[in-house]
């Protein structure tokens, strides 16, 4: 009977995770990798750099919802203002990517309309690609399509966006924690004041973790209610944070993908 208990704390222990030994986590590595930790999520913004770096094309221009209606036929109130949209007007090579705010099919219609009246005298423009992905609709007009299609659906979204860490001197001020409170500290915040993603990742000296958790998830509290009334999704990334406990460490993150973030800082233990 004794064993059969003896077991089940162990397994108990392991399941809250008050079994973990304390670690010791590589900080400098951590924030290196989670700059450039990227999300499973297409990101438009990024397509352009990569093209360019393939040399798909020669002298693209970009084409900008003022113009759509000249170059393209688009009724552009009809296109949202996440787009991508570049030609080369003298042979007529180009990729486009809409995203559709109502009428998808009207704005098929009229790029179809558009090609129709180009492609009788450019075999590129007979062969072009017409696909759909991830709400958009994207067109392309090029040596080699497929490339270009693979590369633009290579474009994922950046975890963090433009991150800085909070210097050791602004710590007390910006969380309400002394220094001998805590041991190892990585705090990052958002340069921007439109985006609310960040993460801390601390280690409390002994006997000092309720009042450092105590702290922090105050801290956490404020920032939610700065956000309530502000961006209603960057209030959803606060609201949805990730907390956990590991090796020693307080981990608290505001993320697009917490769990990826995570990973991230767990797999960066210092070994030996």
Do not use: H
Request: aromatic share 10%; proline share 2%; glycine share 4%.
């Amino acid at each position: 009977m004794k064993k059969l208990f003896s077991i089940l704390l162990v397994a108990m222990l392991l399941l809250t995770g008050c079994g973990n030994k304390n670690v010791d986590l590589d900080l400098n590595k951590i924030s290196q990798e989670l700059d450039n930790l990227y999300s499973d999520s297409f990101y438009i913004q990024g397509v352009s750099s990569l093209i360019d770096e393939k040399n798909y094309f020669e002298e693209l221009e970009d084409v900008y919802e003022y113009d759509f209606k000249e170059v393209f036929g688009l009724t552009s109130t009809n296109i949202g203002d996440d787009y991508a949209v570049r030609i080369n007007k003298s042979n007529n090579t180009m990729y486009l990517i809409l995203k559709p705010l109502e009428n998808k099919d009207k704005i098929k219609e009229e790029m179809n309309t558009y090609f129709k009246s180009i492609e009788s005298s450019n075999d590129l423009v007979k062969s072009r690609l017409e696909t759909e992905y991830e709400g958009y609709l994207i067109y392309i007009v090029s040596n080699d399509n497929d490339k270009v299609l693979e590369t633009i659906k290579s474009s994922k979204s950046p975890v963090f966006n433009n991150l800085v860490p909070v210097q050791d001197e602004m710590i007390e001020s910006t969380l309400g924690i002394k220094k001998d409170t805590y041991s190892e500290i990585l705090m990052k915040v958002p340069m921007m004041i439109i985006q609310s993603n960040m993460y801390i990742i601390i280690k409390p000296e002994d006997g000092k973790k309720d009042d450092v958790k105590k702290a922090i998830d105050q801290y956490m509290t404020n920032l939610e209610e700065q956000w309530k009334t502000y961006l209603p999704d960057q209030y959803e990334l606060v609201k949805n944070r990730k907390y956990e406990e590991y090796g020693g460490y307080l981990i608290y993150i505001v993320s697009s993908d917490n769990d990826k973030v995570l990973d991230t800082i767990k797999k960066n233990e210092i070994k030996g």
